[in-house]
């Protein structure tokens, strides 16, 4: 199992699905924005090929050369989204949830019916520049896009889920289309969608004082616990180097790599192996999550015994060494964790069972 995000380059492409005139390129490296660009030649061979097998009848997903990773999505016969990875141990399950991130925020800033019913190329290319911006800043016109292509400490964009962190009272806080970020603490602050109601004048009074003045002392407790995500002297075995807790129902997960004190291996080194590992369980093992497309018959029909759990070694093949990965999932809960080569192969799904049970009261 390769470590996904090792260094390497990404590239997004975004297309008139009817024309195939670019919309917007953008790349990066390492997890920064990056100048590098494929040159048109490559990029109308890319959709050509895309295009070629519709007239076909002929769905092309997905490709993979040597040391690169392509997939395609077309949205509404519209658009059409192409990345490219060289990264390391990327999978085509977290390239294809990229995509689906990049055309949701196009229609959280531009609206469905704008970008189904692409009238002007032209005028929509500028479109989108332009209500890029408002979400970026000046130094890039694609900052929110380029945010998807960066590596992130959290796991929500993979998951699908919402990222929590569990307070020290041990509940999850309950909260019930503009997008609007109101400043509720320092290093804290509150994104919502919300219709044409209330104006911006009395968003203060009626949402911070009526609502969120109530929770602030929860939430200030809730800043120190910082990537741990659960409160201190929650009991996890000492074997745990990282937990992903998802309720695939609700659509929340929490996330931690730092649940004990330093330990090899790094939170960076963890926090690979953990996404790796959830992108291998839901692609090979798992029952589709729900919300995903439907599966073919033909492939229903292998999966009539679904595992309920499995585990792998990750590392050297040495008796007694390598770090132990092991995923559960009992009803709408799947937990994944990460272990310290000390803990016994035969020991694993007794100790995730007892931590999916201590775990469920918080999600």
Same mark, same amino acid.
Request: hydrophobic letters at 40%; a negative charge; aromatic letters at 6%.
């Given at each position: 199992?390769?470590?996904?995000?090792?260094?390497?380059?990404?590239? $997004?492409?975004?297309?008139?699905?009817?024309?195939?005139?670019?919309?917007?390129?953008?790349? @990066?490296?390492?997890?920064?924005? #990056?100048?590098?660009?494929?040159?048109?030649?490559? &990029? /109308? @061979?890319?959709? /050509?090929?895309?295009?070629? /097998?519709?007239?076909?009848?002929?769905?092309?997903?997905?490709?993979?050369?040597?040391?690169?990773?392509?997939?395609?999505? @077309?949205?509404?016969?519209?658009?059409?989204? &192409?990345?490219?990875?060289?990264?390391?141990g990327t999978s085509e399950l977290r390239l294809e949830r990229l995509l689906q991130?990049?055309?949701?925020?196009?229609?959280?800033? $531009?609206?469905?019916?704008?970008?189904?019913?692409?009238?002007?190329?032209?005028?929509? *290319?500028?479109?989108?520049?332009?209500?890029?911006?408002?979400?970026?800043?000046?130094?890039?016109?694609?900052?929110? &896009?380029?945010?998807?292509?960066?590596?992130?400490?959290? &796991?929500?964009? $993979?998951?699908?889920?919402?990222?929590?962190?569990?307070?020290?009272?041990?509940?999850?806080?309950?909260?019930?289309?503009?997008?609007?970020?109101?400043?509720?603490?320092?290093?804290?602050?509150?994104?919502?969608?919300?219709?044409?109601?209330?104006?911006?004048?009395?968003? +203060?009074?009626?949402?911070?004082?009526?609502?969120?003045?109530?929770?602030?002392e929860p939430l200030k407790a809730c800043l120190p616990l910082g990537p741990r995500a659960l409160p201190a002297g929650f009991p996890l075995h000492t074997?745990?180097?990282?937990?992903?807790?998802?309720?695939?129902?609700? *659509?929340?997960?929490?996330?931690?790599?730092?649940?004990?004190?330093?330990?090899?291996?790094?939170?960076?080194?963890?926090?690979?192996?953990?996404?790796?590992?959830?992108?291998?369980? !839901?692609?090979?093992?798992?029952?589709?999550?729900?919300?995903?497309?439907?599966? *073919?018959?033909? +492939?229903?029909?292998?999966?009539?015994?679904?595992?309920?759990?499995?585990?792998?070694?990750?590392?050297?093949?040495?008796?007694?060494?390598?770090?132990?990965?092991? #995923?559960?999932?009992?009803?709408?809960?799947?937990?994944?964790?990460?272990?310290?080569?000390?803990?016994?192969?035969?020991?694993?799904?007794?100790? #995730? !069972?007892?931590?999916?049970?201590?775990?469920?009261?918080?999600?």
């Amino acid at each position: 199992m390769g470590e996904e995000g090792t260094e390497g380059t990404v590239h $997004l492409l975004c297309l008139a699905a009817s024309s195939g005139v670019p919309l917007f390129c953008r790349s @990066s490296r390492g997890g920064a924005p #990056a100048r590098q660009q494929l040159p048109f030649s490559v &990029i /109308g @061979s890319l959709n /050509g090929v895309h295009m070629f /097998g519709q007239n076909l009848e002929v769905q092309l997903s997905s490709a993979r050369t040597e040391n690169t990773t392509v997939v395609w999505k @077309s949205f509404h016969d519209s658009i059409t989204l &192409i990345v490219l990875s060289s990264e390391e141990g990327t999978s085509e399950l977290r390239l294809e949830r990229l995509l689906q991130m990049v055309f949701g925020a196009m229609v959280l800033l $531009l609206g469905l019916e704008e970008l189904t019913n692409i009238s002007n190329v032209e005028r929509l *290319k500028k479109e989108l520049r332009v209500r890029l911006l408002i979400f970026g800043d000046y130094s890039s016109h694609y900052r929110l &896009i380029d945010s998807f292509l960066a590596d992130s400490e959290l &796991i929500g964009d $993979l998951t699908q889920c919402v990222d929590c962190v569990v307070p020290p009272e041990g509940s999850l806080l309950q909260v019930p289309h503009r997008l609007l970020t109101l400043t509720l603490l320092p290093g804290l602050e509150l994104c919502l969608l919300c219709g044409p109601r209330p104006p911006l004048s009395q968003l +203060d009074p009626q949402l911070l004082e009526r609502w969120w003045q109530p929770m602030l002392e929860p939430l200030k407790a809730c800043l120190p616990l910082g990537p741990r995500a659960l409160p201190a002297g929650f009991p996890l075995h000492t074997d745990i180097l990282g937990l992903l807790l998802l309720h695939l129902e609700l *659509k929340r997960c929490l996330f931690t790599v730092e649940p004990s004190g330093d330990k090899d291996p790094s939170p960076e080194q963890r926090r690979c192996l953990l996404r790796s590992f959830y992108t291998l369980v !839901t692609a090979m093992h798992f029952p589709p999550e729900p919300g995903q497309q439907e599966e *073919k018959v033909e +492939d229903a029909a292998h999966r009539a015994q679904v595992p309920r759990a499995c585990y792998l070694v990750s590392g050297t093949e040495e008796p007694g060494t390598g770090w132990r990965l092991v #995923a559960l999932q009992l009803g709408p809960r799947r937990l994944l964790l990460l272990l310290s080569a000390q803990s016994p192969s035969h020991g694993l799904r007794s100790l #995730a !069972t007892h931590t999916l049970h201590a775990l469920t009261p918080l999600l």
